[in-house]
């Protein structure tokens, strides 16, 4: 495929392969988001690469133009990780489930978001085991009533965000498999970031979790439920757009206020930093129906991402003292017999 | 059997032996390594053959005086070729008690016992669980005891040097190895040069250490030592003129990767996670940036296995390392890069198992898993090293296939061969093989899966290329295109294909040779790995006693060698000793219902020569 040609769109970035997933599954939103994104940024086929582990989510390689690694449970950060260490020029996308992320593989995406490698990872998070036919995740709410957890779910779930902020991850944002202006919105702030990103979607399991999201989602709510984050913006929402958050006054949270209320004006509210991280976790943290969902990038703060380390020591080190095997096998002590 | 024999005295009166075993054992805190080690150089450079092994107490630091706290290293040098470290010490230098009482079983009747009598009091005696002294309670009345006050004469020769006394004490090591230095007439300069060096920033450590080595020489010079301690000398051995160096099968190992790789011209990505005695491959490759190697230290070991399948994914040679629990982690991935056919190496260095086991004492106990131990039909390549030099081509080896035949292959070494160490004739670098790996970039008729006829290796198309994006993945795909596929006639044609494929790696590799003896011998001992030495030593041994064994030591564990099996049936008895309960003897029952007998160790430690020849003669007199 030529790279100087302009002309791509959505569909070249579509394999030739049948899409199997369930009539109506949000995967297929975020397939069409991700494939939308990939033809705004013309990006090139021979260099980007999708890794993924198993699950539902986990197919998505099969259904694209570019290079695709569908690996196994739980590990696709570390072979990614593998991928940017020998080729640094690649484009490395990871696509995960929860369980695939957050339960079995839940380790490796620690030390990615720590390490910083330069991989986009996209979360997406339908609170259940797709693929092995709907038992609760790390993610599902407590009660979730699934075949394994007849009588509810009992432990608490994990929220990627938390995680991702305690991991030390640079960069984490949310959206929803629906939306389809926000969420390549949000992929290509992802991919712009250099460094490991992790963008949760909240994608709809049809068959086993429907409707987890509504509460959040659904029309008649969502401009009261969610909060659309932008950086250097005031953080207000509500169908009037008469809601905002601010601290609560003494304390470190979050409390929502009404515009024009007790003499609240936009000069009250939160003005979101996407560089402070302990604002990312408040907003990460935000639950509804009594507070909104924090949606868009709650965290970017770039630095050094871990395969650029890597690389740059190794040419320091051959730069400096650029060697041969000969003299390698020579260094020390040797000896000639006669 | 190794060590002493012949006794005549050369033209400078000392006595001359035709190999000698030595071991320095001591405190952990006590130098026994660098001594150690510093003695093997000197042997070496004074021609002899050699081999060396260290024991490490398993604990990082146990208190002081104690049994677990014991820390030896023992060489084994000649004038004649050596194949093992010595079944029996010649000579014993023993520190404090603790390391007398656990080294004394491996000493031979009437043999040398060299101890540092300032050490030898009732706490000592306590801390190492001796009831009451045993120079004088007749526990050593079966061997030669030479006491020195070696503490004392250390501190007296350095009390000039403005040391404090610990400080002093800390070069008694120094003085013990003067005094070997002298009764094996051993030139002294390479452990001086040696001291300047590594002491160049604190220079009174360095003359303190070069003053406490000779002051040990002297002694032995000067003092009427008498018979007990004796001079010796053991001439130069026979060999092969060239340049050498002395290698641990953990450096040959890495340097062997890194020369794989540069055969394969391919960037080496190692990723591995800590574990005994696995790490020092870790190590010594993670100083080796300056070659281009990447190593890449994983959250654990299925994280490192992981990058490594990404990193040949992406077209380097990705290579992990650990020893066998951390295999056992890995096995998963390892069917991943099966079912995918990407190229990667899986370094065992294994230890005694099951689960943690005891994981500083070697053992062969990890070929099953290797040759096995995955889900469903996953062939893969295994081979073996028998020694530390060895370690250099069966690493190159091992890349060489991965990368030809798009499979994993597991090299297995064990914790013998990674610590111990021999000279090693150095290769021309110019004349190591070369195998450039050329990826596939024709996007005419390509698919991932289409095979080269002749190996039915898959072609490699790595990211980054245009035109041939294409995805894999561990679900089963259609031998015709690479896409995910549930036919049943073609998983059965892709199961054939994978398993053809790592069988025909046999026509790839030189035909089984004998190490010794022939088809005409009654008996063929049929080893891998680290028992070659013992194995060698043993059917040598007997062969020049006119008993008709031959000896086969198998690099390739699978495949086997294509003419294995015929080379077999020529014998009336096959006798395969191993440091395991008995799998490679299962495996060529299995393979070929041969009357294959079993020679099991597992005690952590190897073969003594006598062992094996003991087994040998009992086998050929019945
Ligand atoms: C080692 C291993 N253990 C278990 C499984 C079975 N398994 C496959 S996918 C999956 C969970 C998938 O859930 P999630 O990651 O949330 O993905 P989804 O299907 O919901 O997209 C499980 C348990 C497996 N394939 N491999
Ligand atoms: S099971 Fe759920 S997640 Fe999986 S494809 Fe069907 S709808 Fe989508
Ligand atoms: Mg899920």
């Given at each position: 495929m030529n790279v100087q040609s302009p002309a791509l769109t959505a569909k070249d970035y579509a394999s030739d392969q049948e899409?199997?997933?369930?009539?109506?599954?949000?995967?297929?939103?975020?397939l069409k988001a991700v494939q939308k994104t990939l033809a705004e940024l013309q990006a090139d086929t021979a260099k980007t690469v999708f890794i993924s582990g198993i699950g539902c989510a986990a197919r998505f390689p099969y259904y694209m133009s570019t290079y695709g690694f569908h690996t196994i449970h739980g590990r696709a950060p570390a072979i990614a990780t593998g991928v940017k260490l020998t080729n640094p020029e690649l484009d490395v996308w990871v696509v995960s489930g929860d369980g695939d992320a957050l339960s079995i593989g839940g380790n490796h995406l620690l030390h990615a978001l720590r390490r910083n490698v330069d991989l986009q990872i996209l979360l997406f998070n339908n609170e259940i085991y797709g693929l092995t036919k709907g038992q609760y995740s790390p993610t599902s709410r407590v009660g979730t009533r699934s075949p394994s957890t007849p009588g509810g779910s009992i432990d608490t779930p994990v929220s990627a965000g938390a995680f991702a902020l305690g991991a030390g991850a640079r960069f984490f944002a949310r959206s929803v498999d629906t939306q389809q202006k926000h969420l390549?919105?949000?992929?290509?702030?992802?991919?712009?970031h250099k460094g490991t990103s992790l963008v949760e979607i909240f994608q709809n399991c049809i068959v086993y979790n429907d409707g987890a999201f509504d509460g959040f989602t659904e029309r008649a709510v969502a401009a009261d439920r969610q909060v659309l984050l932008e950086h250097g913006k005031p953080v207000i929402f509500g169908k009037e757009n008469d809601k905002g958050l601010r601290l609560a006054e003494g304390k470190l949270v979050l409390e929502v206020v009404r515009l024009g209320e007790n003499g609240v004006t936009e000069a009250d509210i939160l003005v979101h930093d996407e560089t402070d991280r302990v604002m990312a976790g408040m907003l990460a943290a935000l639950q509804p129906p009594h507070m909104p969902v924090a949606l868009g990038v709650l965290y970017c703060d770039p630095t050094r991402s871990y395969e650029t380390s890597v690389t740059d020591e190794v040419a320091a080190a051959r730069k400096s003292h650029p060697s041969d095997l000969a003299e390698l096998l020579h260094k020390g002590h040797t000896w000639t017999v006669s | 059997m190794e060590g002493s024999t012949a006794l005549v005295a050369d033209p400078s009166g000392r006595r001359v032996l035709d190999s000698a075993v030595v071991r320095f054992a001591g405190d952990s805190g006590d130098g026994m390594q660098l001594t150690g080690s510093q003695f093997t150089l000197s042997t070496a450079l004074a021609g002899n053959d050699l081999a060396t092994f260290p024991?490490?107490?398993?604990?990082?630091?146990?208190?002081?005086?104690?049994?677990f706290g014991v820390s030896a290293f023992q060489i084994n040098f000649g004038a004649r070729v050596i194949k093992t470290s010595?079944?029996?010490?010649?000579?014993?230098?023993?520190?404090n008690p603790a390391a007398l009482k656990v080294?004394?079983?491996?000493?031979?009747?009437?043999?040398?016992l060299i101890l540092d009598s300032g050490a030898f009091n009732e706490r000592n005696f306590t801390k190492a669980g001796y009831e009451s002294d045993p120079r004088s309670d007749g526990s050593l009345k079966d061997y030669r005891v030479f006491e020195v006050d070696m503490s004392q004469m250390t501190q007296d020769a350095l009390k000039d040097c403005g040391l404090t006394k610990k400080e002093s004490l800390r070069c008694k090591n120094m003085w013990a190895l003067g005094l070997i230095y002298w009764m094996f007439g051993r030139d002294r300069q390479a452990t001086v040069d040696w001291l300047n060096e590594k002491f160049r920033r604190r220079t009174e450590i360095a003359h303190a250490n070069i003053a406490a080595l000779n002051a040990g020489h002297a002694f032995g010079e000067t003092a009427e030592v008498g018979e007990d301690l004796a001079a010796f000398s053991v001439p130069p051995a026979e060999i092969a003129p060239g340049l050498y160096r002395n290698v641990t099968g953990a450096e040959a190992l890495s340097w062997g990767l890194v020369a794989g790789a540069k055969g394969a011209e391919l960037k080496l990505v190692f990723c591995s996670y800590p574990i005994t005695p696995a790490s020092s491959v870790l190590h010594a490759l993670a100083d080796l940036k300056d070659y281009g190697v990447v190593t890449f230290q994983a959250e654990d070991e299925i994280a490192a296995v992981c990058a490594a399948i990404g990193a040949s994914y992406a077209g380097g040679v990705g290579v992990t390392s650990s020893s066998g629990p951390g295999v056992a982690l890995k096995m998963e991935a390892v069917g991943l890069a099966i079912s995918a056919e990407l190229p990667l190496v899986i370094v065992n260095s294994q230890r005694a198992g099951p689960s943690t086991g005891m994981p500083t004492k070697t053992e062969q106990s990890d070929l099953y898993q290797s040759v096995f131990g995955r889900n469903g039909d996953a062939p893969l390549v295994v081979l073996a090293a028998r020694s530390p030099a060895d370690c250099f081509d069966v690493a190159i080896e091992a890349v060489r296939i991965a990368t030809k035949y798009m499979t994993p292959v597991i090299l297995l070494s064990d914790g013998y061969i990674a610590n111990a160490a021999e000279p090693w004739h150095l290769p021309e670098a110019d004349s190591l093989p070369r195998f450039p790996v050329a990826f596939e970039t024709d996007p005419e008729g390509f698919h991932p899966f289409k095979r080269d006829p002749e190996t039915l290796s898959r072609s490699w198309a790595v990211p980054g290329t245009p035109g041939l994006e294409h995805r894999i993945g561990g679900i089963e795909k259609a031998s015709d295109s690479g896409n995910i596929s549930y036919d049943p006639a073609n998983h059965q044609l892709m199961t054939d294909l994978r398993r053809n494929k790592v069988l025909g790696v046999a026509k790839d590799v030189p035909p089984q040779a004998f190490e010794a003896g022939g088809a005409d011998d009654k008996l063929v001992v049929v080893g891998?790995?680290?028992?070659?030495?013992?194995?060698?030593?043993?059917?040598?041994?007997?062969?020049?006693?006119?008993?008709?064994?031959?000896?086969?030591?198998?690099?390739?564990?699978?495949?086997?060698?294509?003419?294995?099996?015929?080379?077999l049936r020529g014998f009336d008895k096959i006798l395969v000793p191993e440091m395991n309960d008995g799998q490679l003897v299962t495996l060529l029952r299995g393979e070929y219902l041969v009357p294959a007998e079993s020679l099991s160790k597992v005690t952590g430690k190897p073969f003594k020569i006598s062992e094996i020849e003991a087994a040998i003669r009992a086998r050929l007199e019945d």
């Open positions: 899409v199997r997933w369930c009539p109506g599954c949000g995967d297929y939103a975020i390549p919105e949000i992929l290509k702030r992802a991919k712009a | 024991d490490f107490p398993a604990e990082i630091r146990a208190p002081v005086g104690t049994t010595g079944d029996e010490l010649d000579v014993l230098v023993a520190m080294n004394l079983v491996d000493v031979k009747p009437h043999g040398l891998w790995g680290s028992t070659y030495g013992p194995i060698s030593r043993a059917v040598d041994n007997l062969r020049s006693e006119g008993l008709p064994v031959a000896h086969l030591h198998l690099r390739h564990i699978w495949p086997l060698p294509q003419n294995l099996e015929a080379l």
